[in-house]
Nanobody, 124 residues
Framework: QVQLVESGGGSVQAGGSLRLSCAASGRTFSSYVMGWFRQAPGKERQFVAAISWFGGSTYYADSVKGRFTISRDNAKNTVYLQMNNLKPEDTAVYYC?????????????????WGQGTQVTVSS
């Protein structure tokens, strides 16, 4: 089992940047594919980005491609989401998630463990 704690959310103006972090504890961090998801009010949780066990592969939703970067530091048991050129439509609660099986997946149900979420608000 793994516990996940997100941080780094906040309020920013359009065009700004934020870096989210997700610290993991428990089983060996490198045994998990890690993902970021987001959920806006009244909407379903949607995939944002995912990264393979040692960071060799990444995958992004089309809506964030070229603006967001996912990375991980297995020595620090942490996964990051660098968000640049933020837009109002990026406003949501952002969640990190861990998949103990892999390979990279965009499906919410494939991720067994979830953090509590961190709010990102982008104003125009």
């Amino acid at each position: 089992q793994v516990q996940l704690v997100e941080s780094g959310g906040g309020s920013v103006q359009a065009g700004g940047s934020l870096r989210l972090s997700c610290a993991a504890s428990g089983r060996t961090f490198s045994s998990y594919v890690m993902g970021w998801f987001r959920q806006a009010p009244g909407k379903e949780r949607q995939f944002v980005a995912a990264i393979s066990w040692f960071g060799g592969s990444t995958y992004y939703a089309d809506s964030v491609k070229g603006r967001f970067t996912i990375s991980r530091d297995n020595a620090k048991n942490t996964v990051y989401l660098q968000m640049n050129n933020l837009k109002p439509e990026d406003t949501a609660v952002y969640y990190c998630a861990a998949d103990p099986r892999g390979p990279i997946t965009t499906m919410t149900n494939d991720y067994d463990y979830w953090g509590q979420g961190t709010q990102v608000t982008v104003s125009s």
